[in-house]
């Protein structure tokens, strides 16, 4: 523990991180809170609860639908710049909101271009992101990076919705002013970057072959690594479960009676248990991967089967879902290293895009799964058809692991390797 509090101050100390890590909390305090603005200016605008929900969908159809191209723009391109330009356009787009507002021309169609817009920017943005990262610490501090960049996540996803309710209860415009301000300091931030590591346009191999130039070459790489491959499914799967449990628990703690406020409280503790798994996740990574994807899958299963012993207790709901979240960031920085260890640099950025993608790919199934269950089993059964679907994973994702370390360990060693003096 002393040596990761020795290289935290390291790494605080570097100015170049500083500065970036600052500019990335800056825009995600941003994004956050002008999040829980969009669905009620809509609806101040008239708008149907469905065209409400639709600016949602924009944002997660602009990040996914960019997520490769912005991960072939980070390895052709200098990461830093891509950035910039991307805050650039994101004050631009989100900037228009107050303008149309107070020429009163603002329309259901404008908010639902901006946040298209800035979701497709938000991808290429992050992708550019890991690049930059890599470029600026070597890999022994890579995974201290990643924690307390779920760190600074959680924070602003905690904060965010805070203080976005409170700025559109002051002036509906406020959030978004606030949130294109915050897109300009990043920049600003970005550009002010000491010591930037300006990576080549065209950068080659180190093996001296040609360059992949595929969009696709991430997908491609990832699928040859047949152990990252587990580890992404494991991760795809309880991201799947992880939303999934945390509609189902508003659902049906409502559906019971539950107020407003008390849901309100465990849906905090939730966001507060990510926070210190980020700040433990550097230690906990220590641990092998099979290790700790095992620790993780039979945490998840134990904690959703407990809540089906008392499947609408505010408490319960409460308790089980955090011990979850205290444990699931630690999954996500391991796979982070790894792919910086092992990834080509020349395709980093559509590896770890290709990752960001099919991590993110079933989560969007999540709320529906819930509603599904919900309706179908109810609240008791639902938790345990939960439990079940990572109980599989669990053991479907590291069984060919255990499996080919036991052969490994009892295959009969090659009598043609080990030969004498006389025999040759």
Known sequence: MAQGTVAARLLWRDSSYTFYRTSRAVSQLGANISSLAYPLLILSLNGSAVQAGAVGTCVALGRLSFQLYGGHLADRFDPRRLMVNMDALR????????????????????????????????????????????ALLPSNLFALATSQGQVAAGTSALLGPLLGGALYSADRMLPFIIDASSFAVAAVLLITLPGHHRLAADRKPADGRVADRRVTAGLRWLWTQKDLVLTLMFGSVFNLVGIAAGV???????????????????????????????????????????RLLLTCGFVW????????????????IGAAISLM?????????????????????????????????????????????AGVLTTAVGPTYLWLCLAAICLVTTVGTTGPHLLSRRAAATAPLDKTIVTTGQER
């Open 325 to 369: 979240s205290l444990i699931a960031p630690a999954t996500g920085v391991l796979m982070s290293q790894q792919l910086r260890d092992r990834a080509p640099e020349n395709i980093f950025g559509r590896v770890t895009a290709a990752q960001r993608l099919l991590a993110a790919s079933l989560m969007m199934a999540g709320p529906l799964l």
């Open 91 to 134: 004050v631009v787009t989100v900037g228009s909101i107050p303008i149309a507002g107070a020429l009163d021309r603002l329309t259901f169609w404008h908010v639902l271009a901006v946040a298209l817009i800035s979701g497709a920017a938000g991808s290429i943005s992050s992708s550019g992101d890991m690049v930059l990262l890599r």
């Open 248 to 290: 189902a628990a508003i659902v049906i703690m409502k559906l019971h009676g539950v107020s407003s406020g008390v849901i309100g409280i465990v849906i905090a503790c939730d966001g507060a248990a990510v926070i210190v798994g980020a700040l433990t996740a550097r230690w906990i990574i220590t641990w092998s991967p099979m």
């Open 301 to 316: 299963v134990g904690s959703l089967a407990a809540i089906a012993t008392a499947p609408s207790s505010p408490w319960v």
